[in-house]
């Protein structure tokens, strides 16, 4: 089993979700890739993008074919200017023609060259997708991908983090061989061995580095969302409540930029009531970001990416003594946790429903938070594994496939619990535990495998067919 870095499960994404926006937009920017392995794009006629299965059924409210058409133009999510979207997607609708890799103007019709397919998914995956470039020969190329949760993409024969995967030092993958390579190191903390197994990647002073600059846009990303009022994009006229949240709780105060912000909130009241107001505004600041094409950081998935920022910055405005280095210290073992979950069972909604989004998050953050908090390597674990207990079983069941209703929510939750867990780990004994981290895991993995697929992100169960709402 290969090591995965940190900084894949915790990254810059773009929403709605990493499964049904990230992913396929990856998939179209390696089609571009492999064209030009084989041919130029200047020998391209045609381009045919089909999705299949969940990616099809929600792909309207998720942003999948606007994914597959703006990878397939050349653009990258981490760069394009969000607020450009909607035009770029009208252009290409509007003019029936495509820039394939911004190098080669082709006919491209809406429904023709791409189509969402709700009648059939693909064996190897539930998030299909099959890409097919004709040339001026009448050859054409043809390549399947899967959307496997995080952005991660992966076709029949290849994942796209194994092929460029690198072996740790320290292998951790599970549990078990983390607390292990600890002892055997005479570690203290979980994130002194992670920073040992990252420098596999890159340098210490570069690993620090990356963290903060995700704590950064953490920050941005709240800041966004919490001075943004209005309607959320899809049809469901779902208000924005981080705004009016955020001048409740801070009773009209004035700031004039992302700084002034800050310091009213560490200023701010510090009831337990109040504090857990922060918390659900923090994480709803993020998911509403989300729900509109908002830069976020994806951890491990975009409909779970409000928790751990909700965590992290509640450590940061609400606890003694977070310093830059606890920032740091929180990413990397939040991180790692969510690599358990990526290689021992899933972090797709598709796959998994949503205890392996939100119920991941939770266990990451809960795991981040106990160790700036002063825990043992056994209390992080104990951390994590306690989230995720209390999200088994939590299926993915978004309305009209948009990720808003219950998802917008859910990440509040999830960052409440992951807070709970990580008071119940620091004071308890993690030796006299009777379930393991390990153990959660391959229950939630058995879980999933057994869950009907209906309640697995397909908006066919659940709050998805139980609320009547007007076709989007």
């Not at 700084?259 to 998911?287: G, P, R, Y």
């Not at 740091?328 to 392996?356: D, H, P, W, Y």
């Not at 990580?422 to 879980?447: C, F, G, H, Y």
Request: include cysteine; aromatic fraction near 8%; glycine fraction near 10%.
């Amino acid at each position: 089993m290969e090591s995965i870095s940190v900084f894949e499960i915790i990254k810059v994404g773009i929403g709605p979700s990493s499964s049904h926006t990230m992913g396929p937009w990856n998939a179209a920017e390696s089609f571009i890739k492999k064209i030009k392995t084989h041919h130029q794009l200047q020998e391209v006629t045609e381009v045919f993008v089909e999705f299949f299965g969940s990616l099809a059924k929600t792909g309207i409210g998720h942003g999948t074919d606007i994914a597959g058409m703006l990878g397939l133009s050349g653009e990258n999510f981490k760069l394009i200017d969000t607020t450009k979207i909607e035009e770029k997607i009208e252009a290409i609708k509007s003019s029936n023609v495509l820039n394939l890799g911004g190098e080669k103007v082709i006919p491209f019709v809406y429904g023709e060259h791409l189509i969402l397919n709700k009648q059939k998914s693909l064996d190897f995956h539930p998030n299909g997708m099959i890409f097919r470039a004709v040339f001026e020969n009448g050859e054409d190329l043809i390549q399947d991908y899967y959307s496997l949760g995080g952005g991660f993409i992966a076709t029949q024969e290849e994942n796209s983090y194994e092929k460029d995967c690198i072996r740790t030092l320290y292998p951790c993958h599970s549990g078990a061989a983390l607390i292990k390579n600890i002892e055997k190191l005479g570690l203290e903390k979980v994130s002194d061995l992670i920073i040992l197994n990252e420098e596999s990647w890159r340098t210490k002073e570069e690993t620090q580095k990356e963290a903060l600059y995700i704590w950064d846009q953490i920050v941005e990303c709240i800041y966004k969302g919490v001075n943004k009022e209005g309607i959320l994009p899809g049809g469901l006229k779902v208000t924005r409540r981080a705004a009016g949240l955020n001048r409740k709780l801070l009773g009209d105060k004035i700031y004039r930029n992302k700084e002034e912000w800050f310091q009213l909130l560490i200023d701010s009241e510090e009831s337990f009531t109040s504090i857990s107001k922060w918390v659900s505004c923090f994480a709803l600041a993020v998911n509403e970001e989300n729900a509109s094409f908002g830069r976020i950081i994806t951890a491990p998935t975009n409909g779970a990416s409000g928790v751990i920022p909700a965590v992290l910055m509640y450590a940061r405005a609400f606890t003694q003594n977070c310093t830059e280095d606890d920032i740091i210290r929180f990413i990397l073992v939040a991180g790692e946790i969510g690599t358990l979950f990526k290689k021992n069972a899933t972090i797709s909604a598709a796959m998994g429903g949503c205890q392996a989004e939100v119920g991941v998050s939770s266990a990451m953050a809960a795991a981040g938070l106990t160790e700036i908090m002063g825990g043992t390597p056994g209390q992080v674990l104990m951390a994590a594994e306690i989230a995720m207990e209390h999200h088994l079983g939590l299926t993915c069941d978004p309305i009209a496939g948009l990720v808003q209703i219950p998802c917008i929510e859910r990440n509040s939750m999830g960052a409440i619990k992951a807070i709970t867990a990580a008071n119940i780990a620091i004071e308890s004994d993690p030796l006299k535990a009777r379930v393991t981290l390990d153990e959660v895991i391959q229950s939630m993995w058995e879980t999933a495998q057994s869950m009907n697929d209906r309640f697995k992100e397909t908006s066919e169960g659940g709050l998805a067919i139980a609320v009547n709402v007007a076709e989007c």
